[in-house]
């Protein structure tokens, strides 16, 4: 097991990366103010790993109260956060109930804001089952869920007490979302770890072969990546840099995904194709070669990713979509683009024409 | 114009309390990250005083979005959350957009919870024209939205950037709402300032009077205590006293409030009831005498406001309800009683006997 921490004054949690780290209660008990939890999963996750997870914990004398939401993250919203909701109070949870999320990134969000908002405020422990949610959404502390008109919209900075990622789960997880996970990975290199982007491209076949002793690597210097930005700016408001930067391509994803219908493209999928329209645009401004742009879109599409903008979505949409963003600030869209292949920057001043002919030139 | 603090390092925020102060907008924009604000308000107060609010801003250069909901307590839900939300969206604001709550603890409530998610936390300001917003809801920053299971179940702790207190808006408050925030004026002497309730005692004419001079030493004095609480307990987490001392009557009232339907009895008139039980159990555990309990209902019913249990409202149900109350410790019902009147303490070893006897007498 290793183990990683979160700065974060007297929200400060430990990160721990391993196999079967699941049913180790013991990792979980001392965090609870009382031997309450009500773990929340989903019907994929349920019957491949609740039990592993709460058999420890009964035998350890906590109550478990379970939560099965449908998969998917089209269930990422109000009606599903009210179903959790309505589960504490019929099982009477209280301030001093712990949530367990058990999950990929879409649990982890929602788990996270329900216990933001749940009676003003309880504890929670991140359990995540994908390798997305371990690099990326289960540290961090940004929780919340998805409005009509945008993704992520509605949510709370609510960190969690506890991060336990069990790399024994990722053996179960479909390819496709392996490599959207893979996406985070990558972008860890692309923006602040240049030889971790050399040490990507020599073993992306490991990791997408899921080669344990890789994935620990990617996954051990991805969450000090993501600690150690989440430190610095906690609540992204860093006016440049900051916790901006892992925004690389995320703009470009949003629009994506809202554009295509949430649950048509996955995160990482929308991630890894906006992370080229950024690398491209980057180029026009002249701080990326085009040789280091084909750089990046080869190592994605060894890593099992679309490189491609969607033919159906247009610039025009596209732009209307990154307005709504928010990473916009006073009306100006405030872009993540490379200055070189390791290190990221906020942006602000691209001309519009250029971000019209990266997408342009990123369609497939 | 008088001025308080509540100090809470980097989120402390000023009190303005006096006449007009509406219309004072050189107030507000110093606190405009940009300036854009979205003015939340109801149908009641919306044709009053919004103007009077916005010509002012709109005058000064701000950008000014009206958003007007429907008025009272059952809508402080999360449909009408979402209408923020949506128009939010529509107008394409942002977290560099301040909103503005113009209107009673629903619209304060509501407004405060809603700048807490959108985007994941936006700036806002509480501009209160009712008495009870005025001394309590707009002060400390619960926010929050009830759930058909229980009242402020679902909300963040959210602090203003300012709370302007125009005492102006006091002259068009019904009686029966004066009333209601009078119990909350009369709650801080009860719980912590003995020569306050003297005070009250001997100044409660001139209060339900509407003396402007009576109103704004009320207001000024409460506003004092509720910041000085706040400041040392922000987040309810002090094991015994701190915040949750606030809470004199709020149980039982809770119980009142839901038990007889949202909206059938006001957040005040059901905290007097509540206070009048608490001071009724208090003296069952030696701490108050007859007489004082008496001189409890004697003011309360004086300010106009109910100080009997609802006649259809069983005990056995109140029980139940209040076990739901967010204030319940490890399923034991912690509730705030009075050693002596100025002085208050929670208490969770109250019988169950004594409690169910204190509500029964207190029937009508």
């Known amino acids: 097991m290793r183990t990683l921490n979160v700065s974060?004054?007297?929200?400060?949690?430990?990160?721990?990366i391993g196999p079967s780290l699941l049913a180790e209660a013991a990792l979980i008990v001392p965090f609870l103010p009382r031997p309450q939890v009500a773990v929340i999963s989903n019907t994929t996750i349920a019957p491949l790993y609740l039990e592993k997870l709460t058999a420890p914990l009964l035998a350890a004398g906590v109550?478990?109260?379970e939560i099965i939401l449908p998969d998917g993250e089209v269930y990422k919203n109000w009606e599903t956060?009210?179903?959790?909701?309505?589960?504490?109070?019929?099982?009477?949870?209280?301030?001093?109930?712990?949530?367990?999320?058990?999950?990929?990134?879409?649990?982890?969000?929602?788990?996270?804001?329900?216990?933001?908002?749940?009676?003003?405020?309880?504890?929670f422990i991140q359990v995540p089952t994908t390798l997305l949610a371990q690099v990326d959404s289960s540290v961090?502390?940004?929780?919340?869920?998805?409005?009509?008109?945008?993704?992520?919209?509605?949510?709370?900075?609510?960190?969690?007490?506890?991060?336990l990622a069990d790399t024994g789960t990722l053996t179960t997880l479909p390819d496709r979302e392996l490599s959207a996970g893979l996406a985070e990975v990558i972008k860890y290199g692309l923006i602040r770890d240049g030889s971790f982007l050399t040490w990507c491209e020599a073993n992306v076949e490991r990791l997408m072969a899921r080669d344990a002793e890789a994935l620990t690597v990617a996954i051990e210097r991805s969450c000090f990546h993501k600690a150690e930005v989440?430190?610095?700016?906690?609540?992204?408001?860093?006016?440049?840099?900051?916790r901006a930067l892992l925004n690389l391509g995320h703009t470009f994803g949003h629009a994506i995904e809202t554009g295509m219908g949430?649950?048509?493209?996955?995160?990482?999928?929308?991630?890894?194709?906006?992370?080229?329209v950024a690398a491209e645009l980057s180029r026009?401004?002249?701080?990326?070669?085009?040789?280091?742009?084909?750089?990046?879109?080869?190592?994605?599409?060894?890593?099992?990713?679309?490189?491609?903008?969607?033919?159906?979505?247009?610039?025009?949409?596209?732009?209307?979509?990154?307005?709504h963003d928010k990473k916009v600030i006073a009306g100006q869209q405030?872009?993540?683009?490379?200055?070189?292949?390791?290190?990221?920057?906020?942006?602000?001043?691209?001309?519009?024409?250029?971000?019209?002919?990266?997408?342009?030139?990123?369609?497939g």
Chains 1, 2 share one sequence.
Not at 8 to 16: A, F, G, Q, V
Not at 297 to 309: C, I, M, Q, V, Y
Not at 337 to 363: F, H, Q, Y
């Open 334 to 363: 405030r872009l993540v683009l490379l200055k070189r292949l390791g290190e990221a920057v906020t942006w602000k001043d691209a001309p519009e024409a250029d971000i019209r002919a990266a997408i342009e030139s990123c369609r």
């Open 140 to 163: 961090g502390g940004k929780t919340g869920i998805n409005h009509p008109r945008g993704k992520n919209m509605i949510g709370a900075f609510w960190q969690p007490q506890l991060v």
């Open 284 to 323: 026009r401004l002249g701080w990326l070669t085009a040789a280091e742009v084909d750089r990046v879109r080869t190592l994605l599409t060894r890593a099992g990713l679309p490189t491609e903008w969607p033919a159906t979505l247009t610039v025009d949409r596209a732009l209307e979509l990154m307005a």
């Open 230 to 242: 989440v430190a610095d700016d906690e609540r992204e408001t860093a006016s440049s840099g900051g």
């Open 262 to 276: 949430y649950g048509q493209w996955l995160h990482g999928e929308a991630v890894a194709a906006g992370m080229v």
């Open 81 to 123: 956060l009210n179903v959790i909701f309505d589960a504490l109070l019929r099982e009477r949870c209280d301030r001093a109930t712990t949530l367990i999320a058990l999950g990929g990134g879409v649990i982890g969000d929602l788990t996270g804001f329900a216990a933001a908002c749940f009676q003003r405020g309880l504890p």
């Open 63 to 65: 109550r478990v109260t």
């Open 8 to 16: 974060l004054d007297s929200r400060s949690y430990p990160i721990h």
